[in-house]
C-alpha cells in the first residue's frame, strides 16, 4: 500500500473549520488535496466554494466547470489533485452516489468526514478509501507538523482564488 498523504496540521483546520461552516447549515461540503507529482506532502487545500457547487443534506455535487478550473489550477502549477475529501451528515462511508461518480482514478484518494457539525479533526477518525479498479480501504492522511504549510484557496466554476494569508 502506497505511503499515507502528508499535511500540516493548520492546513487540516483550515479544511474542518469549513466542514464544520457548512455542517452547522445542515450542508455537505468538500475539498481536493493537491501535492507535487509522486510526493505525499499536500501542498494546496482547494475548498469548493460556491459557483457550480450544490450542496444539501445528503449531497455534495461539484459541476464539471468548477472540476476543470481546480485541475487547470493544478496542471498550471506542476500538481495533481491526489484526494478528494467530503462531508456526511452522520458516518464515513462512501454512498452509492460516491461509488458511482467519484473519480475512479487509479491511485486516486477519497475520504469522507463524519458528522459534519461538529467534525473530527484527526484525519484517522475520517474514513479513507483508494481505487484500484475498485475502492479498497487506505491509510488515512497523516497530521504532521514537520509537513510544509498548505495554501489555501476556494475553487468553483467562477476560477480559484488564493486566501488572504497566503
Known amino acids: 500500500m502506497p505511503e ?6 493548520q492546513a487540516l483546520t483550515t479544511f ?30 482547494a475548498l469548493a466554494g460556491e459557483s457550480g457547487i450544490e450542496r444539501a443534506y445528503g449531497r455534495f455535487v461539484i459541476g464539471l466547470p468548477a472540476i476543470d478550473k481546480v485541475f ?41 468526514v463524519p458528522n459534519f457539525a461538529a467534525p473530527p479533526s484527526s484525519p484517522a477518525d475520517w474514513g479513507w478509501w483508494q481505487y484500484y479498479g475498485e475502492w479498497a480501504v487506505c491509510s488515512p492522511a497523516i497530521a504532521d507538523p514537520d509537513c ?8 468553483d466554476a467562477e476560477g480559484v482564488r488564493e486566501h488572504d494569508e497566503h
Open 148 to 155: 510544509p504549510s498548505a495554501c489555501a484557496v476556494t475553487f
Open 72 to 112: 487547470s489550477y493544478a496542471e498550471k502549477r506542476g500538481l495533481q489533485v491526489r484526494a478528494m475529501l467530503h462531508s456526511h451528515p452522520r458516518s464515513a462511508f462512501l454512498s452509492r452516489t460516491d461509488l458511482q461518480y467519484s473519480l475512479r482514478v487509479r491511485g486516486f484518494v477519497n475520504a469522507v
Open 16 to 45: 474542518v473549520d469549513d466542514v464544520r461552516r457548512y455542517g452547522q447549515l445542515a450542508r455537505e461540503t468538500g475539498a481536493f488535496f493537491l501535492t507535487a507529482p509522486e510526493h505525499r506532502d499536500v501542498t494546496v487545500v
Open 4 to 9: 499515507a498523504l502528508r499535511v500540516s496540521p
